[in-house]
């Protein structure tokens, strides 16, 4: 069960995140959802640190991997010589290989994102539609351990919501 | 984008997909019967066999690969755009990025179609594709035909994950606001995205990521397309200056075509307090040094290649320029570098109207480019009794047309389905992060952070 | 060239076809007139594959079906090729040839094809192949007999009905052999030499001429 409120600007939305940080709840325990980025606000640079591009070089990694073994591997298999060229032409090789290189990374990128980001999430988890038609942003808890210090800390228009 | 966006944003944004005219139902029908006599037409060719097409000895490529670099070609407006735009902090981008991203999206789809429809066993392309058979098969890594199929398969993949993510809190907001099958359908397109800081950051990062990563993909996949010319020992093909050449020419014509589609978008979905003068302005000037550009790449082929006077080339460089490709070659000079230089460095017609005229040239003089590039060399090679001429078929000149139709059906279909301007991107434009805006613009507000 | 065509199973494409361009000749004699009338000399030079030793038309085939073999011939697997044309532009010779319909033979000339060699359907590329078929036969018979192949032991169809005896074949690694003796010859030069094609035709200058 969780708790959560919604606020009509950015403004009200800091001054409870602020006063549930008063309440002890630590950071990463308040769930901030709005319509658009709110970088502007302090409150939007929650949660900013990310290993994502560790990710995505690592997936451009694998993709090197992949592609020099494959160039080299399926050449060599099957050696047939063509144009006065080497068996193992390693200048077009590299052609290939770059591309896998960059769809590596370009996987490893949005895969990170939907794991990450918990998309395509099975349990139901906070939101409130007011989000987005009514253009709120929602500050809540999700599984608050002080609920009566988090009531008051969101102020007036608590609700409660979905998620576990 | 200080400016104010209008209150009913949300509402204008969203109403092609809420409200369908009769005229939308015409139109659909009208493309999609011009596209099903494209595929009707290639069906009929497969089923004849290729010599229903033009081609012969020694011109065994034509309309087809003409038409593949084209495409190819037009897909370059949304890396520029998207990618380059969004690096840039440029914030003028945001209405205009979704459309170019669509442009790349389906223009690949197309531009990749071509490939198959030239061979002459299509139903054999995917022996292209590196599986492990019985028949112990593997392709030619060598060939630039293989570095096509690895390159257009990235870029395409990129592409497409480059559209859809930014599309995702798009679809949320859709979700919310209907019911019913809609809902179920946005929902699931939302990947149930609900709009956390956490879920932001990722997305930022996710598309910062994705735009470094598409802009060297995008230079390499009209670079390898050049490739398939420069690789091969033809008269004025084995140029070292195909690569860059080829990839100046795709966003040359990549922003012609996304003027194009904007202005088509902004006259008939009424968008015109979204996509505004200075966006056609701006679109315009980069056109304007594309056609700058370009001019100097065919200067520089041109006037080496006369110098080095070199037979073979220069027999290419003279029916080109003096003998039956003549009015095609001037054509193309006139519409894709003097008609677009002047009408674009005049503020006077570099208005929306002027944008859109000059960028139709460049779209038939970029065509035209492709064509001269292919056919002239092929007809004329090392040995002159093996010189030949090309004229288009019928099933050759239906298919092309129906491309053009596929692409408009395709688009038009898009922004019904979706909303072709990003809404959270407009409205997060409005208060950019202070990462974003420079700081002798950046105002002091409460509760901002402190940079 | 009716040798070649009769040995190879290629088809004739009709004079509409080859109007366009299209006739399949693996092996083509060219003509060219010299001087004025009545002092004109007719010159001819049959151009067929050059089996070049860095044929460009090799590494652009995607699916290998253009590529060297060991024994130096430069082979087409007409199974694997999917049509993309790439080896025909890429020859500057023009010595590739694309089968644009499914051949043709009416009847009684299927009876006249030869059983050795396949033939072709459409969409696939083909060219001359040194008649691979007869000098796989030789070399059959050579183990069976447990012998090597001669100088003479295998004659293409073109050389073997040329009436004037204009084309030399044989086994360019074995100095002695004839057509090895002649390439060395004087009079000899190269097709587009200067493209760097390494082709392994020689044609020899008329004598008296340069």
Redesign the interface.
């Known amino acids: 069960m969780s708790l959560y409120a919604l606020y009509r600007d950015g403004h009200g939305a800091q001054r409870a995140v602020d006063a549930l940080r008063a309440a002890g709840v630590p950071d990463s325990e308040i769930t901030v959802i709005s319509a658009v980025p709110m970088e502007h606000f302090e409150f939007g640079e929650m949660n900013k640190a990310t290993r994502i591009w560790y990710v995505a070089s690592g997936g451009g990694l694998i993709g090197f991997t992949f592609g020099t073994w494959l160039t080299r591997m399926t050449e060599l298999a099957w050696p047939l010589p063509t144009g006065n060229m080497p068996i193992v032409a390693w200048w077009p090789n590299l052609i290939v290989i770059f591309e896998l290189t960059m769809l590596g990374a370009i996987f490893a990128t949005v895969i990170t994102l939907m794991v990450a980001g918990q998309l395509l999430r099975r349990r139901p988890a906070l939101y409130d539609p007011e989000v987005t038609t009514g253009e709120k942003i929602l500050v809540g808890v999700e599984a608050p351990r002080d609920e009566k210090a988090v009531e008051r800390a969101l102020g007036d228009g608590v609700k409660r919501g979905g998620g576990e | 984008m200080s400016e104010g966006l209008p209150p009913t944003m949300t509402e204008d944004l969203l109403r092609p997909l809420l409200r369908t005219s009769w005229r939308f139902y015409l139109l659909v029908a009208f493309l999609g019967s011009i596209v099903a006599m494209g595929l009707g037409t290639w069906a009929y060719q497969m089923y004849?066999?290729?010599?229903m097409t033009?081609?012969?000895?020694?011109?065994?490529?034509a309309f087809y690969i003409t038409n593949f670099v084209f495409w190819i070609g037009i897909s370059h407006a949304g890396t520029l755009i998207s990618a380059i735009l969004r690096l840039v902090n440029a914030g003028w981008r945001r209405p205009v990025t979704r459309c170019a991203e669509v442009i790349t999206a389906f223009a690949l789809m197309i531009g990749a179609m071509f490939?198959i429809i030239?061979?002459?066993?299509?139903w054999?392309?995917f022996?292209?594709m590196?599986y492990p058979n019985q028949r112990?098969?593997?392709?030619?890594?060598?060939?630039?035909?293989?570095?096509d199929?690895?390159?257009i398969?990235?870029y395409l993949?990129?592409s497409l994950?480059f559209l859809f993510?930014p599309m995702?809190?798009d679809f949320?907001?859709i979700r919310?606001?209907s019911t019913g099958l809609r809902r179920k359908i946005y929902g699931l397109l939302a990947?149930?995205?609900?709009?956390?800081?956490?879920?932001?950051?990722?997305?930022?990062?996710?598309m910062q990521?994705?735009a470094i990563?598409?802009i060297?993909?995008a230079v390499?996949v009209h670079t390898?397309v050049s490739f398939?010319f420069s690789?091969?020992?033809?008269p004025m093909w084995h140029s070292t200056m195909f690569g860059p050449y080829f990839v100046a020419g795709a966003i040359f014509s990549g922003i012609a075509g996304l003027i194009i589609a904007m202005a088509t978008l902004r006259k008939f979905l009424h968008l015109e307090a979204y996509l505004h003068p200075v966006h056609f302005q701006n679109l315009g000037k980069l056109l304007l040094m594309m056609s700058l550009l370009w001019g100097y790449f065919v200067f520089a082929e041109r006037l080496t290649t006369w110098y080095g006077n070199d037979v073979a080339e220069m027999n290419v460089f003279y029916v080109t320029q003096r003998g039956s490709f003549a009015p095609l070659y001037w054509t193309m000079v006139v519409v894709n570098f003097v008609i677009p230089v002047i009408v674009l460095s005049l503020k006077k017609t570099r208005t929306i109207a002027g944008c859109v005229i000059a960028s139709c040239g460049v779209c038939v003089g970029m065509w035209l480019e492709r064509f001269l590039i292919v056919v002239p060399s092929?007809s004329h090679?090392?040995?002159p009794?093996?010189w030949?001429?090309y004229r288009p078929r019928p099933v050759e000149l239906l298919i092309t047309v129906s491309t053009f139709a596929a692409m408009a059906l395709l688009y038009v279909l898009f922004a019904k389905f979706v909303p072709i301007i990003a809404i959270?991107e407009l409205?997060?434009g409005e208060?950019?992060?202070?990462?974003l805006s420079p700081v002798a613009a950046h105002e002091h507000?409460?509760?901002?952070?402190h940079a | 060239m009716t040798a070649c065509h009769a040995e190879n199973n290629i088809p004739t494409v009709g004079p509409a076809q080859a109007a366009r361009g299209r006739a399949m000749h693996w092996l083509r004699v060219e003509r060219y007139w010299e001087g004025e009338f009545p002092d004109v000399r007719l010159k001819f030079r049959p151009v067929m594959c050059q089996q070049c030793d860095a044929a460009p038309c090799e590494p652009v085939c995607p699916t290998y079906a253009s590529h060297h073999t060991a024994e130096g011939l430069n082979a087409q697997v007409y199974n694997r090729c999917i049509g993309t044309r790439y080896c025909a532009n890429a020859c500057p010779y023009n010595v590739r040839f694309f089968d644009f319909f499914n051949p043709a033979w009416p009847k009684p000339l299927d009876m006249q094809l030869n059983p050795d060699v396949s033939v072709r359907e459409v969409g696939v590329m083909e060219k001359c192949t040194f008649c691979v078929q007869r000098i796989s036969a030789a070399q059959i018979d050579a183990k069976a007999e447990k012998r090597e192949l001669k100088d003479g032991d295998v004659k293409t169809a073109c050389a073997q009905a040329c009436p004037a005896k204009a084309l030399v074949f044989g086994d360019l690694n074995d100095p002695e052999s004839e057509v090895a003796r002649l390439s060395r010859s004087p009079r000899g030069s190269k097709l587009l030499e200067d493209l760097g094609t390494l082709p392994k035709v020689t044609y020899l200058a008329r004598q008296g001429d340069a």
Do not use: C
Not at chain 2, 48 to 51: C, D, N, S
Not at chain 2, 191 to 206: D, N, P, V
Not at chain 2, 231 to 234: I, S
């Open positions: 004849r066999g290729f010599g033009g081609i012969n000895n020694p011109v065994y490529w490939p030239h061979l002459g066993r299509p054999l392309f022996w292209l590196p112990m098969i593997w392709p030619n890594f060598r060939s630039p035909l293989v570095w199929f690895f390159a398969s990235t993949s990129g994950l993510l995702i809190p949320a907001l919310d606001r990947l149930g995205w609900r709009g956390t800081t956490k879920q932001w950051h990722r997305l930022e990062s996710a990521i994705m990563a598409i060297p993909v390499s390898i398939d690789m091969a020992p033809v092929l090679k090392f040995l009794y093996s030949g001429h959270w409205k997060a208060h950019p992060s202070p990462a507000a409460l509760g901002e952070t």
